[in-house]
């Protein structure tokens, strides 16, 4: 007994004399060994398009493409990745996005355009499937994480590919698609577009009673409703109705940098609420201007963090949507070094565990509940609205606001974001 109190007499001499807790010095990298990556967004099958119209019977993306002629860095501005790069990356998941530009010359042939670039996301799968893993359901992406290969995935960039019909987004769900982005930057008949919050003068129909109901036939599907893209009031009013968290595929903070395709922080806290997703985006032009750093992609993270919590952020890199990329992010390669780096900057915030959600445990988990809640509506009935012929008739007068839409227009073919 007397041996015992004379310890715990001595006891904080020792504690005191202890050396401070040994720093860990694990790089963040080692969370992209734990835990897949899974990238929000990658335009990649738009440049197959572009360039390729989609034969991609000769296509080498299993070898590094930065010196390619038709893909590497000097040929082509808004080309970031192959399949050697993003195992250096530590790449785990990538939605592969169909997207068909939103102009009105091209409506005729938007759906079936919209189809044909799910077509080419299919056939790339499977002419790699020695690296690439093609994937419908949350836990397929740990299952392809297994078997070492990227967990591939369809996302669907812009409403107006289902033409305003219920049928179509359910045929989409079909071939594979797992989000949705309720627009591009056309303004919808049912859904506006970012650039509404710019601009005085366009329309504002926000969500519509129809835009409601796809958002809800999207809860009963599966799919992930993703909001980039949207105006401020549509990013509002989805998180107000829609059953099931939601994602930002490529979208970063408006506080950081005031651009109408960052989410703006009343809408972060509604994010906390729902427990969705916002994957950061790294286009320069989003993150801050043409000399962004990887520092300032850092800054957009910590603000999510700060914002909507640990749990709602994650990466959503828009390659080969944009043209230019931070320094420190310069293709798909580089993934790592914001790990390190975040880790390096703030330790105490980004753990490896802490690292492990970013890079793809928060997706994951807003996958896993977007599937509860589809079991749970699992005997509700397809929605067979149609759109209402009202909602047709102001978006026609919508698009008679010309030098709004053709300055919309022109972006969207000069750039595709
Ligand atoms: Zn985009």
Not at 86 to 109: E, H, I, M, R
Not at 386 to 405: C, H, K, M, Q, R
Request: include cysteine.
């Amino acid at each position: 007994m007397l041996k015992l109190l004379s310890l715990l007499a001595i006891l904080p001499y020792l504690c005191h004399s202890l050396p401070a807790t040994t720093p860990d010095l694990t790089p963040g990298r080692t969370a992209l060994d734990n835990f897949p990556l899974i990238d929000g967004h990658n335009d990649l099958p738009y440049n197959l398009y572009s360039k390729l119209k989609n034969q991609i019977s000769k296509f080498a993306f299993d070898s590094d493409l930065s010196n390619d002629t038709v893909f590497g860095f000097q040929a082509c501005k808004s080309c970031f990745t192959d399949l050697e790069r993003a195992k250096k990356g530590k790449l785990g998941g990538q939605f592969w996005v169909a997207y068909v530009d939103c102009n009105p010359s091209n409506y005729s042939t938007i759906v079936s355009r919209s189809f044909e670039q799910v077509d080419v996301i299919q056939r790339l799968i499977k002419k790699f499937s020695d690296r690439m893993q093609f994937v419908t359901t949350a836990d397929g992406i740990l299952d392809a994480f297994k078997n070492k290969k990227i967990a591939s995935l369809i996302g669907l960039e812009g409403g107006h590919s289902i033409d305003n019909k219920m049928a179509l987004l359910r045929q989409f769900y079909d071939a594979g698609v797992r989000y949705m982005t309720l627009t591009h930057t056309c303004n919808l008949p049912w859904a506006d577009a970012s650039p509404v919050d710019d601009s005085n003068n366009s329309p504002e129909v926000n969500l519509t009673k129809f835009g409601e109901k796809i958002v809800l036939e999207m809860n009963r599907l599966g799919m992930l409703v993703d909001l980039s893209h949207v105006s401020h009031n549509v990013m509002s009013r989805a998180l107000d109705v829609s059953k099931a968290p939601v994602i930002f595929s490529h979208s970063s903070a408006f506080t950081v940098h005031n651009h109408h395709r960052n989410v703006q922080d009343d809408v972060l806290e509604k994010v906390k609420l729902n427990q969705g997703v916002v994957m950061v985006n790294f286009y320069t032009a989003f993150v801050g201007n043409d000399n962004a750093t990887i520092d300032d992609v850092i800054k957009h993270i910590n603000h999510i963090v700060d914002k909507a919590g640990i749990d709602c952020v994650g990466i959503g890199s828009d390659y080969d949507g944009v043209s230019s990329v931070p320094k420190g992010l310069e293709d798909v390669s580089k993934y790592p070094d914001l790990f390190d780096k975040l880790k390096e900057q703030n330790p105490e915030r980004w753990t490896i565990a802490n690292l492990e959600k970013l890079a793809g445990k928060n997706l994951y988990r807003v996958f896993k509940s977007v599937e509860a809640v589809r079991d749970q509506l699992a005997t509700s009935m397809p929605d067979e609205s149609l759109i209402p012929d009202e909602d047709l008739a102001e978006n026609t007068a919508s698009v008679g606001v010309l030098p709004t839409f053709i300055s919309i227009v022109i972006s969207a073919i000069i750039l595709k974001l």
